[in-house]
């Protein structure tokens, strides 16, 4: 998988690969997991994109993200 993100999240931000806001379906939900400090959601963009994000206290931060399946 390709980081394209830093520490900080996207938050309010884009997907860089189709431009659908991160927080408005359509995403799907491949799997989630308890941490300690909240929890780990796998998600899949609307274009394919598969992202991690980081479910606190702060809110949800997409913490990393893969390029969709089709692109170069």
Same mark, same amino acid.
């Given at each position: 998988?390709? =980081?394209?993100? +830093? ?8 997907? /860089?690969?189709?431009? &659908?806001?991160?927080?408005?379906? /359509?995403?799907? @939900? @491949? =799997? ?5 400090? +909240? #929890?780990?959601? &796998? ?5 394919? #994109? ?7 206290? !702060?809110?949800? !931060?997409? @913490? #990393? !993200? #893969?390029? /969709?399946?089709?692109? /170069?």
């Amino acid at each position: 998988m390709t =980081s394209t993100t +830093g520490a900080t999240g996207t938050t309010g931000m884009c997907c /860089p690969y189709c431009g &659908w806001p991160n927080d408005a379906e /359509p995403f799907q @939900v @491949v =799997s989630r997991h308890g941490t300690a400090t +909240g #929890s780990t959601v &796998w998600t899949r963009c609307g274009c394919g #994109s598969l992202q991690v994000r980081a479910v606190d206290d !702060r809110g949800a !931060r997409i @913490v #990393s !993200r #893969s390029r /969709p399946a089709d692109a /170069p």
